[in-house]
């Protein structure tokens, strides 16, 4: 009893405490479910007893939430990065798995391919054997090797029989079939074949490569080169290569060429990353160059350059030059890019000649010189920049005898300009300092030379472009200017500074009525200088300035009548569709104009700096006929898909009507109307337009560093307008509009001697002529201008043709007379220009050539030359195989070749060899033979001294 009394009390102690702990808690209002009723319960009634209430506890102070701290949400965590696992096979042992057969790993955008992979996924460390493939890694790296260990985490490892490249890319191609390893179906994927990203490839092979890091290599035992794999022109074989920071670095390493071992380096690096540049020595120049008819040789040419970075924006060149007959010659290049289209570019040469003696005259000769140049723009505010664009020549005779470029050894002006500018709103307020220096006889060792310097130091500008007057149709324009002038010539020199102070505002009506559109204006122009020329004067008379001031004012109306323009839509005969399409258009358009201007009573006694001073009296009427032929070209006719041709994706030709949406997308949208044309025809816009994405967009000629010549604005050679082929590959661009363009235009001069400004027997020169020919035309009073035509054919994206002229009519001779031809068909390309000048001249048999009595110089003569040149060639300097290319220019009076060039060049796979002969015959100053020739090695640079900027290609 005893024992089973104890055992109940027990049971009821158990039973107390779990009633305590458990069912109590349980009863808490808190964990009680709350019950929604299903109507609004009644209000309580109002207690009628007493109800006791406990005494105040006490409250908390009231919170100020504007004292809490802002709760800012955190950001979610980042997920961790997982390795996707693919492969035939798996299996797994704890944290190891094991991949085999197309085992494949992605991680962090890196993919790890192998015939099997172990993978520890606590560690990340791989274990990879057979056909092992890793990419993705930064700078487009790619490592193939036969087998090694690698941790995906660290991007470190150790790969054996190794092949790998830095920034070398897959570029697409056609597709092909592969097989999918997963299903092991065929499929139609994209193939890739390899491609340069840029031109810093890198590409390595190691018996052994360590990969310590991101983009970070150590290769034993291997080579490295820029050419593609597996039959490289060029390889730098070495027992250790160190790939890191952007640069690969060895030493004791062998430099081969097509297999054979060429140069031993102690130490060497190369640049892998795609931004990375350092210093160091370039490759060296080497030339050879011999004159004839005592002119004085160069003999044999070593050069050597050393480059300098200078930050990430800014380089510098510093190099030597020896010429073996002549001396030593200093070079360097500075280059700056800033923010923007902001820019410093200089760069200077010299040469201390220590002469010849000429082997014809048996005078002694010097022909050392300086030559420096320098452009620079800074964009200041949103509105302003300042401008530079300067070059110092100290002897024409240096430039002329060691350029390489033709068009600078002729060129006889210099220009040099520094200003600043604002622009808003149309206006534009400018402040100018500029230099212009013109060579007008070339020096000789027995004569002088004749220079004509003017200077603008300074001049501020105003211009304002029309701006309409509320409430008018009138627009008001304004040109204003102070300038202080000086000119410096062989038997003139200004005395100290020439202010000049120039103002004209205009007034302009535009006006447009049935298809007909008027331009009129009036303007007013007042112009003073505080030095003046003593008038008048004959045909060559010395000018003599005068301390007194002179003032210019003058009245002028312009209108300007565009009558409606005349077209007409043809349809092309079948047989002709071929060259003018299935429709072609030929339009007219009229322009006539009168222009006057009155009150300049005093031109012969206004000192000549610029245009501005060219103002004179004028009473003329110009007419001027401009017609077009513009071709819709011929709907080819639909054809079935093709197969790609080799290394070509597949395409299909378009339906007809898909052809016919993409030539009315470039002659125009259907539906428009049509305002006249054929009967019969559909109403559709044929839009004018030029073709530029035909034509390359024109390029200034630029010294050996990439300097503009302000003064080089003719090619040595016939310019190709034309583009080259399209890549094969590439859908053919849409045929041009334009077939042929013809502009005529002339002028009757009502006041036959502009107000007294003519001089008989003398080039005149005034603004309205120069605007209109630029040819001088006029020695004597005349009533018509001569005739001037622009004509231009181009009949296919390989064939241009250009024929301008200016035709003397009362003489019955052209003044001017251009050609220009353009052929490029394939690979084969050609080029001929035709130049004849025989300007001023009213007559064949006038003579207005005179001698100044005083000075002893003759002046006014007639500019008689007629040039011809040639280009032919075959082939594309950046494509493997055989170029060529030959280039000549003859002046047909003398009978004699200013320059002749032969070029030929055969590319490898990355490495190129060029030979040129190049021969000049510059008169007395220059008849030289020079041999010159390069070989380039892709991404590491050329030697030799023929460049880039010079080739005929």
């Not at 222009?595 to 009473?619: E, K």
Request: hydrophobic share 35%.
């Amino acid at each position: 009893m005893d024992r089973t009394a104890c055992a109940l009390r027990s049971a009821g102690l158990r039973f107390a405490i779990l009633i305590t702990i458990i069912a109590l808690p349980l009863g808490h209002p808190h964990l009680a479910a709350q019950q929604v009723p299903a109507a609004t319960p009644p209000p309580a009634p109002a207690a009628t007893q007493p109800v006791a209430t406990l005494p105040d506890a006490p409250q908390p102070p009231a919170l100020d939430l504007a004292s809490l701290p802002r709760a800012t949400p955190l950001a979610p965590a980042t997920p961790p990065e997982t390795a996707v696992l693919e492969s035939d096979t798996q299996s797994r042992h704890g944290s190891q798995y094991l991949l085999a057969g197309n085992a494949v790993i992605t991680y962090q955008g890196r993919e790890l391919r192998a015939d099997s992979i172990t993978y520890d996924q606590d560690s990340g460390e791989t274990v990879v054997t057979g056909h092992v493939h890793l990419t993705g890694t930064e700078n487009e790296e790619t490592l193939e090797a036969s087998h090694g260990t690698y941790n995906l985490r660290t991007q470190t490892g150790t790969f054996y029989d190794v092949t790998g490249s830095v920034l070398l890319r897959a570029a697409a191609a056609s597709p092909s079939p592969v097989v999918v390893a997963a299903s092991g179906a065929g499929a139609m994927a994209p193939t890739r074949t390899a491609g340069f990203r840029n031109a810093n490839p890198f590409l390595f092979q190691g018996r052994r490569v360590d990969k310590t890091g991101p983009g970070a290599y150590t290769i034993y035992d291997g080579a490295v080169t820029s050419c593609l794999l597996p039959h490289p022109d060029w390889q730098l074989f070495g027992r250790k290569f160190t790939l890191a920071d952007g640069k690969a670095v060895s030493t004791n390493s062998t430099f081969t060429l097509l297999g054979v071992p060429v140069l031993f380096f102690p130490y060497v690096s190369h640049p892998v990353d795609a931004d990375q540049r350092q210093s160091g020595l370039l490759i060296p120049v080497f030339g050879y160059s011999s004159a004839s008819n005592g002119t004085g040789s160069k003999g044999l040419t070593l050069g050597e350059q050393v480059y300098f970075t200078l930050g990430r924006s800014a380089d510098a060149t510093l190099g030597s030059l020896y010429y073996s007959l002549r001396g030593f010659s200093e070079n360097g290049t500075f280059r700056y890019r800033g923010v923007g289209d902001d820019f410093l570019t200089a760069h200077f040469s010299a040469l201390q000649d220590r002469g010849f003696v000429s082997s014809v005259t048996g005078l002694y000769t010097n022909q050392g010189g300086e030559d420096l140049t320098a452009g620079f723009r800074r964009q200041l505010t949103g509105h302003t920049r300042v401008v530079g664009d300067g070059e110092y020549l100290s002897s024409y005779i240096y430039r002329e005898v060691f350029t390489e470029n033709f068009n600078q050894a002729v060129s006889s002006d210099i220009t040099s300009i520094v200003y600043v500018t604002h622009q808003n709103d149309g206006y534009s307020l400018d402040g100018r300092v500029d230099r212009y220096q013109g060579l007008k006889v070339v020096p000789t060792v027995t004569t002088a030379g004749e220079e004509v310097k003017v200077f603008h130091a300074p001049s501020i500008d105003f211009n304002g472009i029309d701006h309409l007057i509320p409430g008018t149709p009138l627009l008001f324009s304004a040109t204003a200017s102070a300038a202080g002038l000086k000119r410096v010539q062989p038997n003139f020199v200004s005395s100290g500074s020439v202010e000049r102070f120039d103002f004209r505002p205009e007034l302009s009506l535009p006006l447009a009525f049935a298809g007909w559109h008027t331009l009129s204006s009036i303007a007013v122009r007042e112009t003073a200088y505080t030095r003046s020329r003593v008038a008048p004067y004959g045909a060559n008379a010395v000018p003599i300035e005068l301390t007194a001031p002179i003032n210019r004012a003058d009245a002028e109306i312009n209108i300007d009548i565009r009558p409606p323009v005349v077209e007409r839509t043809f349809d092309t005969p079948t047989r002709w569709q071929g060259l003018f399409g299935q429709q072609f258009r030929h339009t007219i358009e009229p322009d006539i104009s009168y222009r006057s201007v009155h009150g300049v009573d005093n031109f012969l006694g206004v000192l000549r700096f610029d245009d501005v001073d060219l103002i004179s009296d004028t009473d003329e009427l110009k007419y001027a006929l401009t017609q077009h032929i513009y071709v819709r070209p011929r709907k080819p006719k639909p054809s079935v898909n093709e197969p790609a041709s080799a290394g070509c994706p597949a395409t299909s030709t378009p339906s007809a009507s898909e052809l016919a949406q993409q030539t009315d997308a470039v002659l125009g949208q259907p539906g428009s109307p049509q305002t006249t044309g054929a009967p019969g025809l559909d109403s559709e816009t044929w839009e004018r337009s030029e073709p530029d994405a035909l034509v390359p967009a024109p390029q200034a000629t630029v010294d050996a560093n990439g300097i503009p010549n302000a003064s080089t604005s003719v090619p040595d050679t016939p310019t190709r307008t034309h583009a080259r082929h399209a890549n094969p590959c590439t859908p053919p661009r849409p045929q041009q509009q334009e077939w042929f363009t013809w502009e005529l235009a002339q002028k009757v001069f009502f006041n036959q001697n502009f107000g007294g400004a003519v001089i008989n027997r003398r080039r005149n020169i005034f603004d309205t002529t120069l605007e209109f020919s630029g040819i001088a035309f006029l020695t004597e009073p005349r009533a018509i201008s001569p005739l001037v035509s622009r004509m231009r054919f181009r009949t296919s994206s390989h064939t241009d043709i250009a024929w301008d002229f200016d035709y003397d009519t009362g003489a019955g001779k052209f003044n001017r007379s251009n050609t220009f031809l353009d052929v490029h068909e394939g690979k084969v390309f050609a080029g001929f220009s035709y130049a004849r000048l025989n300007a001023p001249g009213r007559f064949y048999t006038e003579d207005i050539s005179a001698t100044n009595i005083v000075t002893g110089l003759t002046g006014s003569a007639v500019s008689n030359f007629s040039q011809v040149r040639f280009l032919l060639g075959y082939g594309e300097p950046t494509r493997a195989g055989l170029s060529a290319a030959a280039s000549a220019g003859i002046d047909l009076n003398l009978g004699a070749a200013q320059y002749i060039t032969i070029q030929s060049s055969y590319n490898w796979n990355c490495c190129g060899l060029s030979v040129e002969y190049r021969r000049y015959n510059l008169g007395t100053v220059r008849d030289e033979g020079a041999y010159r020739f390069n070989f380039t090695l892709a991404n590491i640079g050329t030697a030799g001294n023929l460049r880039r900027t010079d080739a005929l290609f």
